[in-house]
Antibody
Framework: EVQLVQSGAEVKKPGESLRISCKAS????????IAWVRQMPGKGLEWMGI????????RYIPSFQGHVTISADESTSTAYLQWSSLKASDTAVYYC????????????????WGQGTMVTVSS | DIVMTQSPDSLAVSLGERATINCKSS????????????LAWYQQKPGQPPKLLIY???TRESGVPDRFSGSGSGTDFTLTISSLQAEDVAVYYC?????????FGPGTKVDIK
């Protein structure tokens, strides 16, 4: 059974650093792109960036590039999302999600999701 | 970036009645090698992650009830719930996976009338 299990809720102050995790099981971690998706309170879904654990190829959307870092550890089948300096506007639920593979297409829709990690940044 | 829009923002439908949600992409999301549209629909219930319902615009994900169906082509797509059940109360999002960033629509909230 495919599962993505995320780390627990975090409460941080502006300027602090943070790393949240997403542990995968039930499939070949190296063979599927993993994405991070942000959902701010009461808002919609924003695709932040992706990583291919097999070769650590990583892509970000411009608005998140430089503010977050996506990484993965094949040895523990875990993907990470980290911030070096949090802002209040980073308050959101963050989901990891697996891109499905549809034939030749390796960046298919999100077929499995983590349960979400609530990050609250407040002074 | 491809911009996804949805209509309506919200709708209330009586139990057993049909619910229809529209999604429009700012450009074609047709994947030529397969002649299929890179359009997915997700359902998100409160406090839960989204769940994939439909991909390739009209292919139902395994385990999804057949009252959910997707249609459309070009830049206009539709999600239809043929007979609304109480457990279908949720926000529904469309998403294109044709080109990065894989953008979502703003969501449509479905309630019981």
């Amino acid at each position: 059974e495919v599962q993505l299990v995320q780390s627990g809720a975090e409460v941080k102050k502006p300027g602090e650093s943070l790393r949240i995790s997403c542990k995968a099981s039930g499939y070949s971690f190296s063979s599927h792109w993993i994405a991070w998706v942000r959902q701010m309170p009461g808002k919609g879904l924003e695709w932040m960036g992706i990583i291919y654990p097999g070769d650590s190829d990583t892509r970000y959307i411009p608005s998140f590039q430089g503010h977050v870092t996506i990484s993965a550890d094949e040895s523990t089948s875990t993907a990470y999302l980290q911030w070096s300096s949090l802002k209040a506007s980073d308050t959101a639920v963050y989901y990891c999600a697996r891109h499905g593979v549809l034939g030749m297409m390796t960046l298919g829709p999100f077929d499995f999701w983590g349960q979400g990690t609530m990050v609250t940044v407040s002074s | 970036d491809i911009v996804m829009t949805q209509s309506p923002d919200s709708l209330a439908v009586s139990l057993g009645e049909r619910a229809t949600i529209n999604c429009k992409s700012s450009q074609s999301v047709l994947y030529s090698p397969y002649n299929k549209h890179c359009l997915a629909w997700y359902q998100q219930k409160p406090g839960q992650p989204p769940k994939l319902l439909i991909y390739w615009a009209s292919t139902r994900e395994s385990g999804v009830p057949d009252r959910f169906s997707g249609s459309g082509s070009g830049t206009d797509f539709t999600l239809t719930i043929s007979s609304l059940q109480a457990e279908d109360v949720a926000v529904y999002y469309c998403q294109q996976y044709y080109s990065t960033p894989f953008t979502f629509g703003p969501g449509t909230k479905v309630d019981i009338k």
